[in-house]
């Protein structure tokens, strides 16, 4: 993540966090463009919480009895309904809640509940996921529980795929199987990703890989 892209995220969202008592900012875009750099550095820069729209991944148990398995990471792969709940939560917890947000391990594959404390005196939660604009279904009820949403992309898609590929092949897969896995089944998603993003506050651009 270039350090411009934080800068111009948090010359955003300080203004508005200067009046909040807790405020929600998504960070979306499509898969590979740097959405969990951008929305970790941006939480750890003041002091926030990030929480990730992966952490509601269905387990691979569920998405093998639903014959999902080849599709992991839609829309419809996700408990859209348990991370609205939480959000609502979020900005609504009572004084002196701790709200405990799932976390998503990329060494399982698996998401891990209760992984992140959102104390009760943090008031920036930065939520990441490809879908906070979806207006569909369940989908439609994240974007209202957001103050601000920004999108984040890649300068070419060539730099995201390339991404995308290492990304499959550390997970195991081999040259051709994570071709097919970042061809077929991410790129399909970040097409549906890029239809939403004119619901964005902000769209910054990653304009190197890594």
Known sequence: MTPEVLIDALGVVDPLLAGASRLMVGVAGPPGAGKSTLAVALASARNGAMVPMDGFHLANSELRRLGLSDRKGAPETFDVAGFVHLLRRLRTAYPGE??????FTRALEEPVAGAIPVFPQVRLVVVEGNYLLIPEGHWEHVRPLLDLVIYVDTASAESRTTALLRRARARGL?????HDWVFRNDEANARLVASTRSRADVVLIRRSAG
Do not use: K, M
């Open 174 to 178: 081999d040259r051709e199987a994570a």
């Open 98 to 103: 701790t709200v405990y947000a799932p976390a």
